[in-house]
Nanobody, 115 residues
Framework: VQLQASGGGLVQAGGSLRLSCAASGNIFSGYNFAWYRQALGNQRELVASITRGSIVNYPDSVKGRFTILRDNAKNTVYLQMNSLKAEDTAFYYC??????????WGQGTQVTVSS
């Protein structure tokens, strides 16, 4: 099983990006997924999560700006990021997990927001 993250890049403050995390293998519909980010010198932090039943959760820092979506038909999780700020600059990772089953991490994609 592999998770392939893509969609990062350089954007001006106030702009938008959409990250994608494509999952290979027969795990997608049964798993929960999340996006994390890690800025230089900081710990990895949760950005958004979505359960296999599509219940979503966001920290206050991104609530109202970021949206996590899953497309079970395409085995892909998306992170739509709007109103980006300089402090959103980080390496973004996707994660798939299910209690009692292996946890999978994608390789990450860099998001840089210029102010």
């Amino acid at each position: 099983v592999q998770l392939q993250a893509s969609g990062g890049g350089l954007v001006q403050a106030g702009g938008s990006l959409r990250l994608s995390c494509a999952a290979s293998g027969n795990i997608f519909s049964g798993y929960n997924f999340a996006w994390y980010r890690q800025a230089l010198g900081n710990q990895r932090e949760l950005v958004a999560s979505i359960t296999r039943g599509s219940i979503v959760n966001y920290p206050d820092s991104v609530k109202g700006r970021f949206t996590i979506l899953r497309d079970n038909a395409k085995n892909t999780v998306y992170l739509q990021m709007n109103s980006l700020k300089a402090e959103d600059t980080a390496f973004y990772y996707c994660k798939g997990w299910l209690v009692g089953r292996p946890t999978y991490w994608g390789q990450g994609t860099q998001v840089t927001v210029s102010s």
